[in-house]
């Protein structure tokens, strides 16, 4: 751990150099991020479509602190602390479920309505100044964009629609079944790595065709002169337009196929979410990145497609591509990366910013880690 505050010029990213490698590992950068950026920002839980039931609901976590976003009797999705108002003690655990009308606490039988309201608590009826009214579960901000549900714990943070402004239009151009999807898969993996780490590995063109052959596959489906790689400074794309003339992906024929895009399509919203369409899927993806350590993340991917149409084989072969092939020679390159940073002989490096071939320029890189340095470093 460093014995000094760690800082970082990063004012002109064609000459200076890049964030130094302890912001990746050091656990005092960690505990800033959690206080200025995890526990201040949005954080994706799902689409609306989870949430199409009374009782259905969804736990987030964000570090030690745990979320219930769940479907209420009243029509409405309801978000509140994942902790008894009695002792603390948690009342779920499972991180997707349906209850009944009641959540029972199992410590003390405190039961609370769907909506956190508390419906019932044994014996309370012996304190004197006991109002059941005052003691439902404590909510949490909750605002949907787009028809994904996001949660906060931070009071003041802005409005997602006014921190992402324009980011519904833009998925809205490539996403036209957005409305109408559910969760077909939901797959957890443990990288040891930095959260920032495996985020910047997404968010630049120029190990696309310099690393490994799957990702030589994914660059065959695009036409990788037209990536574009755009900052909108809380949110941004990455998005290809398709090469001519495919007729399979993912080993798959496209014939009779369908699919919600032929783009590439990629929109990131800061800290750690990222929704996403590979070419030729019908199917949108949800990319999060949570840290668990200063080296240690949980990577979780959800798939949703169009409610009541069969998933295409394209879309299955894509999701078993992305989990199989895609994701471990990414995660390969991550870890190897952790690794690396460790080296005395490294300690910062240099971004490759190319106005010439913005397909390949690291400028999006140097943006969220400008991003996250101003969070830690300068915000009041």
């Not at 590992?25 to 954080?43: M, Q, V």
């Not at 964000?62 to 994942?82: K, L, P, T, W």
């Not at 990319?287 to 949980?298: A, D, T, Y």
Request: net charge negative.
């Amino acid at each position: 751990m460093t014995e000094h505050p760690l800082t970082w010029d990063h004012s002109n990213p064609l000459t200076g150099e890049t964030m130094p490698a302890p912001f990746f590992y050091d656990p005092a950068i960690l505990a800033e991020e959690r206080e200025r950026i995890f526990l201040r920002s949005w954080h994706l839980v799902g689409h609306v479509n989870d949430f199409d039931a009374p009782g259905k609901y969804v736990v987030q976590d964000i570090f030690e602190q745990s979320v219930i976003v769940m479907a209420a009797q009243d029509g409405r999705i309801h978000a509140m602390h994942n902790a008894c108002r009695h002792r603390g003690n948690r009342l779920l655990n499972d991180r997707r479920g349906k209850i009944g009308a009641v959540l029972r606490c199992q410590y003390h039988s405190w039961c609370y309505n769907q909506d956190g309201s508390l419906r019932a608590a044994p014996r309370t009826e012996a304190l004197p100044d006991f109002d059941r009214n005052e003691w439902g579960l404590r909510p949490v901000r909750l605002e949907i964009l787009a028809g994904w549900v996001f949660v906060t714990l931070n009071p003041d943070a802005p409005p997602l629609a006014e921190l992402a402004g324009g980011a519904e239009a833009e998925m809205r151009r490539f996403l036209p079944d957005m409305d109408d999807v559910e969760l077909v898969e939901e797959t957890d993996v443990i990288v040891h790595a930095n959260w920032k780490v495996i985020h910047e590995n997404a968010i630049e063109g120029y190990h696309f065709d310099l690393s490994g052959p799957v990702h030589k596959d994914l660059a065959a489906l695009i036409d990788f002169q037209g990536y574009r790689l755009t900052p909108h400074d809380q949110w941004w794309t990455y998005i290809g337009p398709p090469v001519s003339g495919v007729t399979e992906a993912y080993g798959v024929p496209l014939e009779g196929s369908t699919w919600q895009t032929d783009w590439f399509f990629n929109l990131g919203i800061f800290p750690n979410t990222t929704l996403y369409s590979f070419p030729y899927t019908d199917m949108i993806g949800t990319f999060i990145m949570i840290p668990l350590g200063p080296e240690k993340s949980l990577l979780r991917f959800g798939y949703y497609a169009p409610k009541g149409r069969p998933v295409p084989p394209v879309t299955k072969a894509a999701i078993n591509w992305m989990n199989t092939q895609l994701g471990p020679e990414d995660i390969e390159l991550n870890e190897m990366n952790q690794k690396g940073l460790h080296s005395m002989g490294f300690g910062s490096g240099r971004y490759l910013i190319d106005p010439d071939r913005p397909h390949e320029s690291e400028h999006l890189v140097h943006h969220f880690h400008k991003l996250c340095y101003q969070a830690i470093r300068e915000q009041d």
